[in-house]
């Protein structure tokens, strides 16, 4: 990236979230710490660095429902989800078409949580580092507006922008996880009978590969909210090339104001640690509650072979959604302190997010974690942590509206080839 940032501006550019905020997508298989033996093979929602979800990649998950071995909350056989015997001509199809619905529903979801919610991403932080905003944009009403007049004024890439840095970044983060577990003794998953030094030990592996990531999460953000206007075109390998660049201080002019990388560890793996426990641990608990329901339902009455076949795949989807939600919607606040801090002294320059028009610099001048934190609240109120909220309610309600059309879909599929 090469965003043209004049020496005597100090401004300040920041991409923040997903998920954030957000990552590689229920495609891909893995599982949280909290591994139980019921449910060990469950995929977890991608990560977001560095609130990354869980990182893991296990073996191919199997069919909600489809039991190993007999326990207590076991769901319905293999076998009773085909119509006809396990060597007919109906079974295969049927198997087939169970495959393929499970790739494609996969592919919803990674599509969902790293293109379509991509706008509310770059939107939602760029709203938390604005600290010159007077329109909070709590709610998806004005955030919509606000979308529409960048749209209007700079181009669909103002709303896409930085894309593909977040894939860097996730893949940064899941090879970093996975050298660091080969050199070291550190697990990468958690086994069911787990010990307290056996979870720190996993902990200890998010928090390295976090601090290994930040960098590159830094360059990200950046090109997540630097505005269009000034901004020149940038290769997809920018966010690593300034992510060293930033390690060894070499690269882009700075200002006085930027803070070392040491300053940012904390903030960073507490927000990831965190954000990777409300997840794991939500994900469990839903999907234990959605099992047992299962059960219940195949006991009590009889279940249609297309619910079945959706049991098999919906309820883990649902679990990543709630899961990926709730550490969102509580981390909210510090995530908007992680972004203020990364992005301050960058000599970055954003949208005005009250006109939707006109550019902004960033002249923060934050000592630290806390001293961040006194000044939002003093400066902005309570309400300040919670700049661009609005986006984030559009982009689960996007994932929402998503995942019941594609079960929509899938009924009507199941239905025409059972």
């Known amino acids: ?206 928090s390295l590969t976090y601090v290994v990531a930040m960098p590159f999460y830094s360059a990200s953000l950046i090109e997540t909210v630097q505005s269009e206007i000034i901004r020149d075109n940038t290769g997809i390998l920018e966010c690593v090339k300034e992510g060293i660049g930033r390690v060894i201080g070499m690269g882009v002019p700075h200002s006085k104001r930027l803070l070392p990388l040491l300053s940012l560890i904390f903030p960073t793996v507490l927000h990831g640690v965190l954000h990777y426990i409300i997840s794991s641990v939500i994900q469990k608990f839903v999907l234990l509650i959605l099992k047992r329901k299962t059960y219940n339902s195949h006991l009590t009455e009889s279940t249609s072979p297309v619910q079945s076949m959706l049991d098999a795949y919906f309820p883990e989807l649902i679990a990543n959604f709630a899961a990926s939600l709730c550490s969102d919607v509580i981390l909210y606040p510090l995530e908007t302190v992680l972004h203020r801090l990364h992005i301050q002294g960058t000599r970055t320059i954003i949208d005005n997010t009250d006109l939707g028009y006109e550019v902004l610099p960033i002249n923060t001048q934050y000592e630290g974690m806390r001293d961040c934190i006194n000044t939002i609240r003093q400066e902005e109120g309570v309400f300040g942590f919670y700049k661009g909220f609005g986006a984030l309610i559009i982009q689960y309600t996007l994932h929402a509206a998503v995942l019941q059309i594609t079960k929509i879909i899938y009924s009507t599929l199941l239905q025409n080839n059972i």
């Open 1 to 206: 990236m090469h965003p043209r940032r004049p020496d005597g501006f100090d401004g300040l550019g920041y991409r923040g979230g997903a998920r954030d905020e957000q990552g590689f997508g229920g495609a891909f298989p893995a599982r949280s710490f909290s591994t139980g033996s019921d449910l060990g093979h469950w995929v977890t929602t991608p990560p977001d660095i560095p609130g990354s979800r869980n990182l893991h990649w296990g073996e191919k998950s199997p069919p909600y429902g489809v039991p190993t071995t007999s326990t207590p909350y076991e769901g319905p056989t293999e076998e009773a989800f085909s119509s006809g015997g396990g060597g007919s001509v109906q079974g295969q199809s049927s198997e087939q078409l169970n495959r393929f619905a499970g790739f494609g529903i996969g592919l919803a979801s990674l599509f969902t949580e790293n293109v379509l919610a991509h706008p509310c991403i770059v939107l939602r932080r760029q709203c938390q580092v604005n600290y010159h905003a007077q329109h909070y944009h709590l709610t998806p009403f004005t955030v919509i507006n606000i979308m529409y007049s960048f749209n209007k004024t700079q181009g669909p890439r103002a709303l896409w922008k930085g894309m593909g840095s977040t894939f860097i970044v996730q893949g940064v983060t899941l090879g970093a996880e996975g050298i660091i577990s080969e050199f070291t003794p550190l697990p990468r998953e958690v086994l069911h009978k787990w010990n307290p030094k056996q979870i720190g030990e996993h902990l200890l592996l998010k």
